[in-house]
């Protein structure tokens, strides 16, 4: 059974940094892609960041050039650097992961950016 370990999330103030990390922990299998959604208050989960194999990466718009996602195939962890960030990132960020065909979910970390 596939388990997801997620961590690194936290309080910062706007302008600051986190880096989030997700271990993927039970299989040997290589995950075909890892990434992170996330959830604010009164919204629909989006796509933030994603990494396939070979390195190809994606984001949706209001974090590019903010957000830096890295694996670590070695390890099947999935990082996110998050810079300057927002008080619009505020929300909780689950890590997903994709092995054929099968999608797991970490159980998600809260990221509150507030002065």
């Known amino acids: 059974q596939v388990r997801l370990v997620e961590s690194g999330g936290g309080l910062v103030q706007p302008g600051g940094s986190l880096t989030l990390s997700c271990a993927a922990s039970?299989?040997?299998?290589?995950?075909?892609?890892m990434g992170w959604y996330r959830q604010a208050p009164g919204k629909e989960r989006e796509l933030a960041a994603i990494?396939?194999?070979?390195?190809?990466?994606n984001y949706v718009d209001s974090v590019k050039g903010r957000f830096t996602i890295s694996r670590d195939n070695a390890k099947n962890t999935v990082y996110l650097q998050m810079n300057s960030l927002k008080p619009e990132d505020t929300a909780v960020y689950y890590c997903?992961?994709?092995?054929?065909?099968?999608?797991?979910w970490g159980q998600g970390t809260q990221v509150t950016v507030s002065s």
């Open positions: 997903t992961a994709r092995a054929f065909g099968v999608s797991y």
């Open positions: 039970g299989s040997s299998l290589r995950m075909s892609s």
């Open positions: 990494i396939i194999s070979g390195g190809t990466t």
